[in-house]
């Protein structure tokens, strides 16, 4: 999914044009001031940006941020990393740093830039209204963007449902050669065994894990896109997979990707007991943001309804703000019982999960 080189680029080029409007005239297209004498007290009309450290990366950002720029004028510049490494950009650049807004998809991850004190609070009684307080850092340090779940997609020709429970069932016998997941270094899988650490206590997720690694289909590989199109293809039966990921496979042009999540359906587990595992898409205001208006401006903007509308029509993700339009295919799955984790736990406990995961043989 890189589609971002252009708006590397951007940024490259808008810092450039900041810095060179700092020096003289300047040469960037969007200044109007440089062509018109301005009256002698007002500073001349700098370009208005917004700068994004980002570990998100699909497509509906992309439609949204260029939404954002027509509605405001505001260019919104991106550059995509990983999300621990842009933390530690944001640590090395301090002061010096162009980031306005960390933004990354998992709540342990957002909870360590703050314990980083790469970020500072986002004052807005917008957001405070349209988001709710579990979906975003106490202290407002950082905001929750869009919620996804990570849930069992199966075989609709081989598994009944009502052969599905909970996470937990996935070591069970009657998986036996069935199972697929991705890799343990995907930080979805190490968001999911750190909140069942935290529910379940260590011991016991260490025998899942073992057991689950015991059930595979094969070594884990690919992404979750993959998964499902491993139970299409018979490789195995039950996958982990979160749950955008199957609605962008519906509404996919490549044709072989739809045939294979029409022959799959989710099922959300834990239902009967301690709820489907969900994580967070969020952003942090950095602590040494220059554009900090504008960054608050922009996650006004992605936190109301429009585009969170899009965000779930588009991305299939679910919405923060409970006003927003939500597809047919969210529709359908309905109200379920989610996990009540402090995002905290997920940082806190990816260690442990991480060396569990590891001693499991999970690869
Ligand atoms: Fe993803």
């Known amino acids: 999914m890189m589609n971002n080189r252009s708006l590397l680029s951007g940024l490259a080029a808008a810092l450039l044009s900041v810095s060179l409007l700092v020096g003289c005239s300047g040469g960037s297209k969007a200044v109007p001031a440089a062509t018109t004498p301005a009256p002698a007290p007002t500073q001349p009309a700098k370009e208005q940006v917004v700068n994004l450290y980002s570990a ?4 509906v950002d992309t439609v949204l941020y ?8 505001i260019k919104v510049n991106v550059v995509q990393g990983k999300a621990e490494e842009l933390i530690e950009r944001l640590k090395r650049e301090g002061e010096s740093t162009p980031a306005d807004l960390f933004v990354t998809v998992d709540g342990g991850v957002l909870n360590n830039a703050k314990e980083s004190g790469v970020l500072q609070a986002m004052t807005s009684a917008t957001i405070e209204q349209t988001v709710p307080k579990a979906l975003r850092d106490k202290d407002n340090q950082w905001v929750g963007l869009s919620t996804r779940a990570r849930v069992i997609a199966y075989s609709k020709e081989r598994v009944k449902p009502d052969q599905l429970s909970t996470y937990e ?4 016998a009657q998986w036996k050669g069935k199972v697929l997941v991705r890799s343990s270094t995907s930080l979805y899988n190490q968001s999911l065994v750190a909140a069942l650490i935290d529910t379940n206590g260590e011991q016991a997720v260490q025998t899942w894990a073992q057991g689950v690694v015991a059930n595979m289909a094969r070594k884990p590989e690919g992404g979750d896109r993959d998964q499902v199109k491993a139970i299409a293809a018979g490789v195995g039966d039950v996958a982990i997979i979160n749950t955008y990921y199957y609605g962008q496979m519906l509404i996919s042009k490549d044709a072989e990707e739809v045939k294979a999540a029409e022959k799959v359906a ?13 994580n967070i898409s969020g952003a942090g205001l950095t602590k040494h943001s220059k554009n900090k208006e504008n960054a608050i401006k922009l996650v006004e903007f992605l936190t109301g309804e429009a585009a969170q509308a899009k965000f779930a029509a588009e991305n299939f993700e679910f919405p923060v703000n409970t006003k ?3 597809p047919e295919l969210l529709k359908t799955w309905g109200e379920f019982k989610t996990q009540q984790i ?6 806190t406990n990816n260690k442990k999960a991480l060396e569990l995961l590891t001693k499991a043989a999970w690869q």
């Open 169 to 172: 069932d996935l070591a069970s």
């Open 66 to 73: 260029e939404e954002f720029t027509k509605q405001t004028g």
């Open 342 to 347: 402090d995002w905290v736990k997920l940082g």
């Open 56 to 59: 998100r990366n699909y497509p």
């Open 324 to 326: 927003a339009q939500k």
């Open 266 to 278: 989710l099922f959300f587990p834990n239902q009967k007991t301690n709820g489907t595992h969900i």
